[in-house]
């Protein structure tokens, strides 16, 4: 069983940065594929980045590619997300989510662990 615990969330203006951290327990995150996903109200659920534990190809969203970047710590066995030049549009709760067969990185129901959610919220 994994736990996901995430933090950083935040109220930022448009333009600003925040960088999120999910943290696991119960087990290592290696050879697992760790995501991030956001939803704002009335959304679905949307993919925004993933990443393989091994440090292979990293995925994101085309809507924050060249803005946000993922990266793990595997000391700290933890995953985090650098969001930088945020817009109104960001803003949404953000869930780290972790699993270990993943074939299509940017459909929520692949993975098997979520975190409870971080609100970003992105002032203009």
């Known amino acids: 069983q994994v736990q996901l615990v995430e933090s950083g969330g935040g109220l930022v203006q448009a333009g600003g940065s925040l960088r999120l951290s999910c943290a696991a327990s119960?087990?290592?995150?290696?050879?697992?594929?760790t995501g991030w996903f956001r939803q704002a109200p009335g959304k679905e659920r949307e993919f925004v980045a993933a990443m393989t534990w091994s440090g292979g190809p990293r995925y994101y969203a085309d809507s924050v590619k060249g803005r946000f970047t993922i990266s793990r710590d595997s000391a700290k066995n933890s995953v985090y997300l650098q969001m930088n030049s945020l817009k109104p549009e960001d803003t949404a709760v953000y869930y780290c989510a972790a699993g270990r067969t993943i074939v299509a990185v940017s459909t929520p129901s692949e993975y098997n662990y979520w975190g409870q959610g971080t609100q970003v919220t992105v002032s203009s």
């Open positions: 119960g087990r290592t995150f290696s050879s697992y594929v």
